[in-house]
């Protein structure tokens, strides 16, 4: 057993085969606790030219093996070249000219888009919740079993064709039909809704058929000689910090390989190859029947640092770690040696009672084919009688029916005689009825005629009459229209003369009213100025009056003016009063 290693910027991670990767996370040191994950889909293997051109953008590149996809890549063969993907679990392998855009690629669900080309896919799982899907030009198909499958899509007739080599499958039409596809069948659809062709299929295996066998069985392809000859796997490409390690194989083989300990951690995550005893072929050994592969595992964690997968005492952890592998190889061949033999005895019980098995039922088949015989020919000669009997009655059945049939032979010309003297009675009367008819007819004809003739006068009258009222109608809508016109251009001149005498009256109205305005303005001006001098006269006047006043009030002041004297009372003493 070797490892790999692939280093992812700073930290890197181990990609295991599945017996190592079964010791590592059997062994619990803290170092080798822990694997990264892989991506759902990349481009595993290519052969030839291979483009890639991601979502949304409209040129190709020249793309390399390890490549990771994402949701709405696309990829594309050239004509001779071939290339597988793993997406989701599953091994999808394209031949050369195939268009295939990657819809959906997760743990539960993978969706495709195949457009043009060949697609050989192996479907590794069909859990409940996954979903393996994909959409052709006529159809959308879905396998529900675990099985290798190839869907065709000629763009020339415009068809597609879905082999199922194992497994089951379901296809899809546009409008909702649906046709399941089992093992070994092969069908050619035309149209969006399921329509078979009837031509000849195509043959079972041809050159696509074989290069994907031998990727599925890992044999070595025509343009990978050197990889195959190799004994170890090439390294893969860097990828990113993150990924899933996925660690495939029975239930069995993960015990088996988790039971042992792994010697000399760090050595091993420095690089060093495990040693290994070669083993030693078994004489006459029976084949094991193999066990159905476990799910696939899937373990996410971060990558220990570098530091802690250093020895601290490389040489001394290395020469325990050679002694206990040498002491473990032994123990594990003589547990190999143990266990085939105890396999070959169970073969060999198991062989004879298969045999024991295989003599009791060839006998209890030979009693059951004697008893069916004899069952067979009782049956037959039952089967003998009663056909006699039917004979017989057949027989006698057939001679009362012909006396019957001869019966209703001559009822029947009776019947035909009475019919034939009522049909020619009836003819008679039929022609009398139509002799009768065609006099009738001819009568009304002429009659239809004679009213026709009438009619037809009648309408010519009725037309010249109709003429001449429509002649003078349009006369007499002439003349009203005429005086309609007169009435119309009387209307006319009398509104203009009406609107000219008001314009004039308005003219008129205003002069009067300018007049009325100018003569008001004059005469406010000379109430105005009439009154300026109306106030400057009372001005006038009052100033005049003022100066007389205090002329006057001057002239008394000027004056003596004796007091008045109050006689005093009697015992009090004279006082002027002031």
Request: contains cysteine; aromatic residues 2%; proline residues 5%.
């Amino acid at each position: 057993m070797t490892a790999f290693d692939t280093r992812t910027g700073v930290r890197g991670c181990r990609r295991w085969n599945p017996a190592l990767a079964a010791l590592a996370l059997a062994c619990g040191a803290g170092a080798w606790a822990q694997v990264v994950s892989v991506p759902t889909a990349h481009l595993h293997h290519a052969e030839g030219s291979v483009a890639h051109a991601p979502q949304g953008d409209s040129e190709w590149h020249d793309v390399q093996p390890r490549r990771l996809l994402k949701r709405g890549d696309r990829l594309w063969t050239d004509r001779g070249s071939r290339a597988e993907v793993q997406a989701g679990g599953h091994a999808l392998r394209i031949d050369g000219e195939t268009q295939l855009v990657l819809e959906n690629a997760s743990e539960m669900a993978t969706q495709l888009s195949l457009t043009q080309g060949s697609l050989a896919a192996t479907v590794t799982r069909a859990n409940p919740g996954d979903s393996f899907e994909v959409g052709t030009p006529n159809l959308a198909f879905r396998a529900r079993q675990p099985g290798d499958y190839r869907i065709d899509v000629d763009t020339k007739q415009g068809v597609t064709r879905v082999v199922v080599q194992s497994g089951l499958a379901v296809v899809y039409g546009e409008q909702g039909e649906v046709m399941e596809v089992r093992s070994g069948q092969r069908v050619t659809f035309k149209e969006r809704g399921l329509a078979r062709m009837q031509q000849p299929a195509f043959a079972p295996t041809d050159d696509f058929d074989r290069w994907a066998g031998a990727r599925r069985r890992g044999e070595p392809t025509v343009r990978m000689p050197a990889v195959a000859a190799s004994k170890e796997p090439a390294a893969p490409a860097p990828i990113d910090n993150r990924g899933t390690i996925v660690i495939s194989g029975s239930a069995a083989s993960l015990k088996a390989a988790a039971a042992r300990q792994v010697p000399a951690v760090g050595s091993a995550a420095a690089g060093a190859v495990l040693p290994a005893q070669a083993a030693q072929p078994i004489p006459a050994a029976k084949p094991i029947p193999t066990l159905p592969a476990a799910a696939p595992l899937r373990v996410n964690i971060p990558a220990a640092p570098a530091q802690a997968m250093t020895p601290a005492a490389p040489s001394v952890a290395q020469a325990q770690a050679e002694a206990q592998a040498r002491a473990r190889a032994r123990a594990e061949a003589d547990a190999r040696a143990r266990a085939e033999a105890d396999a070959r005895a169970r073969a060999e019980a198991a062989r004879e009672k298969e045999e024991r098995q295989r003599v009791a039922q060839q006998q209890r088949a030979e009693e059951e084919r004697r008893a069916a015989r004899a069952e067979r020919e009782k049956r037959a000669a039952a089967a003998a009688e009663t056909k006699r009997e039917q004979e017989r009655r057949r027989a006698v059945a057939a001679k009362r029916a012909e006396e019957e049939r001869r019966q209703a032979r001559a009822l029947r010309e009776q019947e035909l005689k009475k019919q034939a003297l009522a049909k020619r009675a009836e003819d008679e009367r039929r022609q009398a009825q139509a002799r009768r008819a065609a006099e009738e007819k001819k009568q009304a004809a002429a009659r239809a005629a004679e009213e026709k003739r009438v009619a037809a006068a009648r309408a010519a009258e009725a037309q010249k009459v109709a003429e001449n009222a429509r002649r003078q109608q349009l006369a007499r809508l002439q003349e009203q229209a005429q005086r309609e016109e007169q009435a119309a251009r009387a209307r006319r001149e009398q509104a203009a003369r009406r609107a000219e005498e008001e314009r004039h009256e308005e003219q008129l109205r205003r002069e009067d009213q300018a007049r009325r305005e100018e003569l008001a303005r004059r005469e406010e001006q000379a109430r105005r100025e009439e009154e300026v001098r109306r106030q400057r006269a009372l001005a006038d006047q009052w100033r005049r009056d003022q100066e007389r006043r205090e002329q006057e009030v001057w002239l008394r002041q000027r004056q003596y003016q004796p007091q008045p004297m109050r006689p005093a009372p009697m015992g009090v003493p004279a006082r002027r009063v002031s």
